[in-house]
């Protein structure tokens, strides 16, 4: 009965370490993905921006600019 015991508590320690290492790859994961969304919300604010820079340019052009005399 001790050895079964001794066999089930190595069987759940086995099982606790391969659940840590499961729950650190997790978190890894997580926190590239993390990263990955905050890179890819900085592009997002740069093309915003440059849009916007480009629609000012274009309503300043078509506001600046005169008719044909035709």
């Known amino acids: 009965m001790v050895a079964e015991l001794k066999n ?3 069987n759940l320690v086995d099982e606790l370490n391969a659940l840590s290492a499961r729950n650190d790859d997790l978190v890894m994961e997580r926190e590239n993905d993390a990263q990955a969304i905050n890179e890819m919300e900085a592009q997002v604010a740069e ?6 820079a480009v629609r000012i340019e274009l309503r300043n052009l078509k506001g600046g600019s005169t008719p044909w005399p035709w």
Not at 47 to 52: F, I, L, Q, S
């Open 47 to 52: 093309w915003k921006r440059k849009h916007d």
């Open 8 to 10: 089930e508590i190595h």
